[in-house]
């Protein structure tokens, strides 16, 4: 059974950073690739960004680009998501992703196999 467990998610002031971690066990992490989503109160869950199998391509979201950075570690079976210059409306829970078949569009578009639990960010002004 594959799990995805997020964990670095809490209460930060706007201006600040946080990094996300999310740690798979049961599967095969390498040929998985990677995303994170979030998902505000109100709305739905959108995309942030997704990595490749091996970490040499990336996509992130206009709404983030150039504050986060996603990158992976194939021996720790980690992804993370690296936020800086946070702001108010980054407030969300954060979910990790996986794609078994190794497609970073597809995670993208949020056709995923795996998802976890989620992560509390909270961006205070």
């Avoid at 407030?91 to 995670?107: L, M, P």
């Avoid at 578009?109 to 960010?121: I, P, S």
């Amino acid at each position: 059974q594959v799990q995805l467990v997020e964990s670095g998610g809490g209460l930060v002031q706007a201006g600040g950073s946080l990094r996300l971690s999310c740690t798979v066990s049961g599967g095969t992490f390498s040929i998985y690739a990677m995303g994170w989503f979030r998902q505000a109160p109100g709305k739905e869950r959108e995309f942030v960004a997704a990595i490749s199998q091996r970490g040499g391509s990336t996509s992130i979201a206009d709404s983030v680009k150039g504050r986060f950075t996603i990158s992976r570690d194939n021996a720790k079976n980690t992804v993370y998501l690296q936020m800086n210059s946070l702001k108010p409306e980054d407030t969300a829970v954060y979910y990790c992703a996986a794609d078994r078949f190794g497609s970073a569009a597809r995670v993208a578009a949020g056709k995923n196999d795996y998802w976890g639990q989620g992560t509390q960010v909270t961006v205070s002004s």
